[in-house]
Every structure is written in structure tokens, then in C-alpha cells.
């Protein structure tokens, strides 16, 4: 409980307060511990050191207000105005500062750990060194505010504002970022190792979650190993008949180990489609292209092998078919392999270890050397 002579002084207005904090400094810790102070109009006040854990703060107004190294532990703080507030080395643990305004706010190295910051706004505010160890900052604005080395160990971040923001030398292990903003940020030397590991540093924060699985998890570094060795994509069109001739080639990939990925080309085309083309391409070992009755697909196909010398390409054709006009363009790139033309679909899968499947890995193959030299 507060002391009630300290809550008494503090209730009869900032001026009184401030007036008795410099007539007693002796009182280093002034007791204020879980004060009633909702829509309290404490702007200015001279809160140093006091010790506010457990307060009820809801909604007042703290602008400006000096909480150098206050207890703020558990304090709730919802939609307080805490705008240009000093909270240098203030210990803010499991405080809740949901919708609070912390715009300019000086928090550095201010304690924060397992605090709830969603939705808080802290635009341009100070946040050098201090402790978000499990801090939720879902939707948090936090554009143009200076991290520089603080501590996001196992925050999690959804839909956070880091808008031009400083995450300079942040420690970043066990974060969980999704539908972060980071237009403009400075993300050098992220640390994605805890203290008592070798520092390894990134980049990019959205990205650090990744390499660290890739590091340390076995069966992730596994499925990256399966992708780029054994991804094979087959392009071609999803109405009933061509679809018949992808599945028939998805089935007789897999009899020879490689992980099929088939994309329907049968949907109007789009920038999200053409994205996602050229990245499954990346990704995988070869790709096999039934140009057949050809709509969307020339157009991916160009931007795949203009783009991508070291992803072999097979087109296949079934008679009485020809290609589009402008196949002349990509035919004599030396990683498209010769066209393969089929009678029907028991020709096809007869036809397709020797005349398709061995000699488009056998260039796969070739490209990779080559690459790696």
C-alpha cells in the first residue's frame, strides 16, 4: 500500500509535489505503491525514483514527467499520455501500457520485460538499451524510435511499426515478427544467438527468426536440403485434360525421388502470380513446362529463363499442337533443353524418364558444377 502522507502531497497537484520533492530529498524512493491515480493530471511531476509498482495510472496525464529510475512494475498505464516522458532506467516489468502515448519518450535502458506495449504509440522515442525480453508489441507504432542494442528476446511483433526506426545491434533471439513494417529501418548487426552462444548477427529482422531454425534445427536445414535438390516444378494448364498429363507427370517424379510442385496456370495471371512463379523456380532442381494449348505461361516462362541461368527448363508439346509465336525467344537459351513432343499421355509417361526426366537433370547437374566453380 502507498504511504498515505506521499499520495496525500502528490493528490494536492504537481506543483505542491515537486515543491516537497526538492524541500525533502532524503525521501529517495517516495512510496506510491499501487496508488489509485487514474485520470490523474500529473503532467511535469518529479516522479523519480518513486516506487509506483502496482499503480492504477489508467488514462492520466504524465506528460513530460520525470520517472528516472521509477518502479513502475505491474503499474497499469492504458492510454496514459506519457508523451516526452523521462523513463530512463525505469523498471516498467509486466506493466501494461496498452494504447498509452509514449511519443518522444525517453526509455533508455528502461526495464520492460513481459511489459504489453499492443498498440502503444512510441513514435521517435528512445529506446537505447532497454530490456522487451517477451514483450508483446502487436501493432505497436514504434517509425522513426531509436532500439539501438536493446533487448527484443522473445518479443513477439505482429503488425509492428518500426518505420525508419534504429534496430541497430538489437538481440533479437526468439522473436516472433509477422506483417512487420520495416520501410526505412536500420537492421544492422541483428544478434540472433542468447548471451551464452557464439554471436552470429543478420541483417534483416524479418528474416532472423529463419536463419536461426536454419542453425540450429536439423529437420528444417533437411527441408531446405530436399527443396533445392529435389523440387522439381511443372508448369502447365489446370483444365481437365491438361491436368490429367501434370498429375501423370507429378506421379512418375516421385517414383524417382523428386518432390513434384505443381502450379495452375488456369488463373487469370497476376503480380502475386508472377512472384510466386519465379520463386518456386528458384527454388527448385528443374523445371518441366507442357506448353500445350499455352495461355498465361509464356509470359512466366520468359521471365523464368531470362532470370534464372542456373534453372534448367523442359517445355513438352503433344502433336498437332505448336508453340506460341514468340517461343523462339527462349528456345535458344543454353539452359532450355530441347523441345519433347508426345503422341498422348501413355507416349508421355513412356518417353519421360529417357527423353525428358535424364536429360533435364543431367543439365541440372551441369549448371550447378558450374555454378559452383
Known amino acids: 500500500m502507498a504511504n498515505p502522507e506521499h499520495l496525500q502531497i502528490l493528490k494536492r497537484g504537481v506543483e505542491v509535489w515537486n515543491q516537497w520533492r526538492r524541500e525533502n530529498q532524503d525521501v529517495l524512493f ?3 505503491q499501487g496508488a489509485d491515480l487514474r485520470e490523474a493530471h500529473l503532467s511535469g511531476a518529479y516522479l523519480s525514483g518513486a516506487d509506483l509498482s502496482g499503480a492504477h495510472l489508467q488514462k492520466a496525464d ?51 520485460s513481459v511489459a504489453d506495449l499492443s498498440g502503444t504509440y512510441l513514435r521517435k522515442a528512445d529506446l537505447s538499451g532497454a530490456r522487451l525480453d517477451r514483450a508483446r508489441l ?34 533479437v533471439y526468439g522473436i516472433s515478427a509477422w506483417n512487420v513494417n520495416l520501410v526505412g529501418a536500420q537492421q544492422s548487426d541483428l544478434v540472433i544467438t542468447p548471451y551464452n552462444e557464439p554471436v552470429i548477427t543478420v541483417d534483416n529482422l524479418e528474416v532472423a527468426q529463419f536463419i ?3 542453425l ?5 536445414r533437411g527441408v531446405i536440403d530436399t527443396i533445392t535438390s529435389k523440387a522439381v516444378l511443372i508448369l502447365g494448364r489446370f483444365t481437365p485434360e491438361r491436368k490429367t498429363v501434370l498429375d501423370a507427370i507429378r506421379e512418375e517424379l516421385r517414383k524417382y525421388d523428386y518432390v ?14 508472377h512472384e510466386t512463379i ?44 505448336e508453340p506460341w509465336g514468340m517461343y523462339d525467344h ?44
Open 30 to 32: 517516495p512510496d506510491l
Open 62 to 112: 504524465l506528460q513530460n514527467a520525470d520517472f528516472r529510475e521509477a518502479n513502475l512494475r505491474e503499474a497499469d498505464l492504458r492510454e496514459a499520455y506519457l508523451v516526452k516522458a523521462d523513463l530512463r532506467e525505469a523498471n516498467l516489468s509486466e506493466a501494461d501500457l496498452r494504447s498509452a502515448r509514449l511519443d518522444r519518450a525517453r526509455l533508455n535502458e528502461a526495464f520492460l
Open 138 to 171: 502487436s501493432e505497436a507504432d514504434l517509425s522513426g524510435a531509436i532500439l539501438h542494442q536493446a533487448y527484443l528476446t522473445g518479443a513477439l511483433l505482429l503488425k509492428t511499426n518500426f518505420e525508419g526506426a534504429d534496430l541497430t545491434g538489437c538481440v
Open 212 to 214: 536461426y531454425l536454419l
Open 216 to 220: 540450429h534445427n536439423e529437420k528444417i
Open 260 to 273: 513434384p510442385i505443381v502450379f495452375d496456370f488456369d488463373k487469370p495471371a497476376s503480380r502475386d502470380t
Open 278 to 321: 519465379t520463386m518456386l523456380a528458384r527454388m527448385a532442381r528443374f523445371v518441366i513446362a507442357d506448353i500445350t494449348e499455352a495461355k498465361s505461361i509464356p509470359q512466366e516462362l520468359v521471365s523464368i529463363v531470362e532470370t534464372l541461368p542456373s534453372v534448367p527448363v523442359k517445355p513438352i508439346l503433344q502433336h498437332g499442337c
Open 330 to 373: 527462349i528456345k535458344n537459351y543454353p539452359w532450355v533443353l530441347k523441345l519433347h513432343r508426345y503422341r498422348n499421355l501413355d507416349d508421355l509417361i513412356s518417353s519421360l524418364e529417357a527423353k525428358v526426366i535424364t536429360p533435364v537433370a543431367a543439365r541440372a547437374k551441369k549448371l550447378l558444377k558450374r555454378k559452383v566453380k
